[in-house]
């Protein structure tokens, strides 16, 4: 899925208004895009992007989780989350930052302020917020460039460096493709033993139980999950002074509490599956952060598809698709197929198929068994293939059923009827 580069300002205070300004922590941040539209464009999912009267919109650093600076009334370890802060604003640019003292989370005064930066998003979260690969400076693409990210890319984000200096936990959501998921797993599993950065104090995971030894206030100086704590202080909120409720407590609002995530075995599971209470003053996660995928409210979790090798050296590509005719849906759906190569191409058992792995022989489609060198054919789905309006993914596999082509759109661009989509 590409990512859609955006251009534009990180703020950390209204000099006009301080005391009203922003509240920076370790993974989020104002942006004021140059061209709004485009961070309207990342509508994909029905949200809409909430940005400020000043037309600046709050970043959510794309797979990691900072410690809370601020958290309704409470905090994390300021130690680990001020820390996270201040190297963010730090690398971004920011200079001689002053806090309020009536507000220690408000900026009072600061120099080298704003500072030019660009995002690589591909959505918007619940609250209207951009989740981005976050990079100080300017880019060689255009404003608007759509990219297919790649390992570079993600080694540059300051994302990346926050996670690599040990500033951060990862956080992963079903919107991170895979292949990145795992280039930032992998760096985690290898700063934790190293000791970098909050590693040390870290607790209520896999290997160290968290222990309340005076009672439930002690999570404000512990080093745990963001996630976590976040439970943790709204079931302390609740009333309650002991663990012993905290299970059931989850698993009473499953929308706001217990929240679904993919477990390291592909299976779809809750949060009460990840904490694991040992006694009323104990506790700690059956599984490590960078092996959890959050599944975000409302989303629907298909089973994983089986695992299929790119084809090297196939010469089809998908390069249009009208996925929302005018009218009729049904036998009305087409896609267009480009064969680049020089030669003719033996098409004899592939398939086509959509993100549910509904799939349709070539061949019957398009009446042939080759498609021409150079040659551009259009195939009409039938019953079989249905391409979603509310956003889809086409795929063609071969005879060996390793993928050829995918290609993907978004919910915005699948509701244009009777618009033919380029990819």
Same mark, same amino acid.
């Given at each position: 899925?590409?990512?859609?580069?955006?251009?534009?300002?990180?703020?950390?205070?209204?000099?006009?208004?301080?005391?009203?300004?922003?509240?920076?922590?370790? =993974?989020?941040? *104002?942006?004021?895009?140059?061209?709004?539209?485009?961070? @309207?464009?990342?509508?994909?999912?029905?949200?809409?992007?909430?940005?400020?009267?000043?037309?600046?919109?709050?970043?959510?650093?794309?797979?990691?989780?900072?410690?809370?600076?601020?958290?309704?009334?409470?905090?994390?370890?300021?130690?680990?989350?001020?820390?996270?802060?201040?190297?963010?604003?730090?690398?971004?640019?920011?200079?001689?930052?002053?806090?309020?003292?009536?507000?220690?989370?408000?900026?009072?005064?600061? @120099?080298?302020?704003?500072?030019?930066?660009?995002?690589?998003?591909?959505?918007?979260?619940?609250?209207?917020?951009?989740?981005?690969?976050?990079?100080?400076? =300017?880019?060689?693409?255009?404003?608007?460039?759509?990219?297919?990210?790649?390992?570079?890319?993600?080694?540059?984000?300051?994302?990346?460096?926050?996670?690599?200096?040990?500033?951060?936990?990862?956080?992963?959501?079903?919107? &991170?493709?895979?292949?990145?998921?795992?280039?930032?797993?992998?760096?985690?599993?290898? *700063?934790?033993?190293?000791?970098?950065?909050?590693?040390?104090?870290?607790?209520?995971?896999?290997?160290?139980?968290?222990?309340?030894?005076?009672?439930?206030?002690?999570?404000?100086? &512990?080093?745990?999950?963001?996630?976590?704590? /976040?439970? &943790?202080?709204?079931?302390?909120?609740?009333?309650?002074?002991?663990?012993?409720?905290?299970?059931?407590?989850? /698993?009473?609002?499953?929308?706001?509490?217990?929240? /679904? +995530?993919?477990?390291?075995?592909?299976?779809?599971?809750?949060?009460?599956?990840?904490? =694991?209470?040992?006694?009323?003053?104990?506790?700690?996660?059956?599984?490590?952060?960078?092996?959890? +995928?959050?599944?975000?409210?409302?989303?629907? +979790?298909?089973?994983?598809?089986?695992?299929?090798?790119?084809?090297?050296?196939?010469?089809?590509?998908?390069?249009?698709?009208? +996925?929302?005719?005018?009218?009729?849906?049904?036998?009305?759906?087409?896609?267009?197929?480009?064969?680049?190569?020089?030669?003719?191409?033996?098409?004899?058992?592939?398939?086509?198929? =959509?993100?549910?792995?509904?799939?349709?022989?070539?061949?019957?489609?398009?009446?042939?068994?080759?498609?021409?060198?150079?040659?551009?054919?259009?195939?009409?789905? @039938?019953?079989?293939?249905?391409?979603?309006?509310?956003?889809?993914?086409?795929? &063609?596999?071969?005879?060996?059923?390793?993928?050829?082509?995918?290609?993907?759109?978004?919910? *915005?661009?699948?509701?244009?009827?009777?618009?033919?989509?380029?990819?």
């Amino acid at each position: 899925m590409p990512y859609r580069l955006i251009k534009g300002e990180f703020h950390v205070h209204y000099p006009d208004l301080p005391l009203s300004g922003p509240e920076p922590d370790g =993974d989020t941040i *104002k942006f004021l895009p140059d061209n709004p539209s485009l961070v @309207d464009a990342l509508s994909a999912s029905g949200r809409s992007a909430t940005f400020n009267r000043r037309g600046m919109i709050n970043l959510r650093f794309e797979g990691i989780d900072a410690l809370e600076t601020h958290f309704g009334d409470s905090h994390q370890n300021l130690n680990w989350a001020e820390a996270a802060r201040d190297e963010l604003l730090a690398r971004i640019g920011f200079t001689n930052i002053a806090f309020a003292e009536r507000n220690p989370n408000k900026i009072a005064s600061i @120099d080298n302020h704003p500072q030019r930066g660009y995002v690589l998003a591909n959505n918007l979260d619940t609250f209207g917020r951009i989740i981005a690969f976050v990079y100080v400076g =300017d880019a060689e693409q255009v404003d608007g460039a759509q990219l297919f990210i790649e390992e570079a890319h993600v080694t540059r984000s300051l994302n990346y460096q926050l996670l690599e200096a040990g500033l951060a936990y990862p956080a992963f959501y079903t919107s &991170l493709p895979t292949d990145l998921r795992k280039i930032l797993a992998q760096l985690v599993r290898g *700063k934790r033993p190293e000791g970098v950065g909050l590693w040390p104090e870290a607790t209520a995971n896999t290997q160290q139980t968290a222990s309340f030894t005076e009672g439930l206030a002690e999570i404000e100086e &512990l080093v745990i999950w963001p996630k976590l704590f /976040r439970r &943790l202080v709204s079931y302390v909120g609740s009333g309650f002074t002991t663990l012993a409720q905290f299970d059931a407590w989850l /698993r009473e609002d499953p929308v706001n509490r217990d929240d /679904r +995530v993919l477990l390291p075995n592909g299976e779809l599971g809750n949060m009460h599956d990840v904490i =694991d209470v040992i006694s009323p003053l104990q506790l700690r996660m059956n599984y490590e952060p960078e092996d959890l +995928v959050i599944v975000p409210d409302g989303e629907i +979790v298909l089973p994983p598809p089986a695992p299929v090798k790119p084809s090297i050296g196939k010469s089809i590509r998908i390069v249009a698709a009208l +996925v929302n005719p005018l009218g009729k849906e049904t036998g009305q759906e087409r896609v267009t197929l480009l064969n680049v190569s020089p030669h003719d191409q033996d098409i004899k058992e592939w398939t086509i198929a =959509d993100s549910v792995g509904k799939s349709a022989p070539l061949t019957e489609l398009l009446d042939s068994d080759v498609i021409a060198a150079g040659n551009v054919v259009q195939i009409t789905l @039938d019953s079989r293939v249905r391409l979603n309006n509310t956003g889809d993914t086409i795929t &063609l596999f071969d005879n060996n059923g390793s993928m050829v082509d995918q290609v993907s759109y978004t919910r *915005k661009e699948g509701q244009a009827e009777g618009v033919t989509l380029v990819f």
